[in-house]
């Protein structure tokens, strides 16, 4: 069974990077045709999609957040990470890591990913 796990920063202070990674166990995050990605949900917002790595490690990014963003992998980890640097209150969500396939990278709808992380709140506050 496939399952993905985030690390817990929990607090970040405005303009400061926010890091969080997802570890991945019961599937490697090179098997083709998946694309290892990270979305949000904001407080009374919707589901927002932020970045993927594909299994060949492409990178794709939401517009809107690509020069703030950055995602890396570790393979031998199995496990990938996403940057999001000079935060402020705006970026407060809940972060989640998910697996979805090829075709439906970069989707917000939930429904296109199979499996999730736990989800880990993230306050950006002074």
């Known amino acids: 069974q496939v399952q993905l796990l985030e690390s817990a920063p929990g607090l970040v202070k405005p303009s400061q990077t926010l890091s969080l990674s997802c570890t991945v166990s019961?599937?490697?995050?090179?098997?083709?045709?998946?694309?290892w990605s990270w979305l949000r949900q904001p407080p009374g917002k919707g589901l927002e999609w932020i970045a993927y790595?594909?299994?060949?490690?492409?990178?794709a990014y939401r517009p809107s957040l690509e020069s703030r963003t950055t995602v890396s992998r570790d393979t031998f980890q199995n496990q990938f990470t996403l940057q999001l640097s000079s935060v402020t209150p705006e970026d407060t969500a809940v972060y989640y890591c998910?697996?979805?396939?090829?075709?439906?990278?970069?989707?917000?709808?939930?429904?296109?990913?199979?499996?999730w992380g736990q989800g880990t709140r993230v306050t950006v506050s002074s």
């Open positions: 790595i594909t299994s060949g490690g492409n990178v």
């Open positions: 998910a697996r979805t396939t090829f075709l439906s990278r970069g989707s917000d709808q939930r429904g296109d990913y199979t499996y």
């Open positions: 019961g599937e490697s995050i090179t098997t083709r045709n998946y694309a």
